[in-house]
Nanobody, 115 residues
Framework: QVQLVESGGGFVQPGGSLRLSCTAS????????MSWYRQVPGKERELVAT????????NYGDSVKGRFTISRDNAKNTVYLQMSGLKPEDTAVYHC????????WGQGTLVTVSS
């Protein structure tokens, strides 16, 4: 059974930083590309960042380029999202997703950016 458990969200002031983590189980993590998405109630889910299985290739949504960094530790079955320069519009529930198992979602972690 594929499981994805996100953590690390919280409340932060504009300009601040947070590091999100997603620990995966139930599949061969080290071979699977991973992504971070975010969703605001009433809006479509937005792709934030993707990373290849080995971690050498990353891609970012235009709204987060230069501010967010995706990385992974295959020994820990964990993918990370380092967020800096946070803006109020980054407020959302953040989810990780496995490319091979797109139908599986964790509970997400809430990030609130506000002064």
């Amino acid at each position: 059974q594929v499981q994805l458990v996100e953590s690390g969200g919280g409340f932060v002031q504009p300009g601040g930083s947070l590091r999100l983590s997603c620990t995966a189980s139930g599949f061969t993590f080290r071979r699977c590309p991973m992504s971070w998405y975010r969703q605001v109630p009433g809006k479509e889910r937005e792709l934030v960042a993707t990373i290849s299985s080995g971690g050498s290739t990353t891609n970012y949504g235009d709204s987060v380029k230069g501010r967010f960094t995706i990385s992974r530790d295959n020994a820990k079955n964990t993918v990370y999202l380092q967020m800096s320069g946070l803006k109020p519009e980054d407020t959302a529930v953040y989810h990780c997703n496995a490319e091979w198992y797109p139908q599986y979602w964790g509970q997400g972690t809430l990030v609130t950016v506000s002064s």
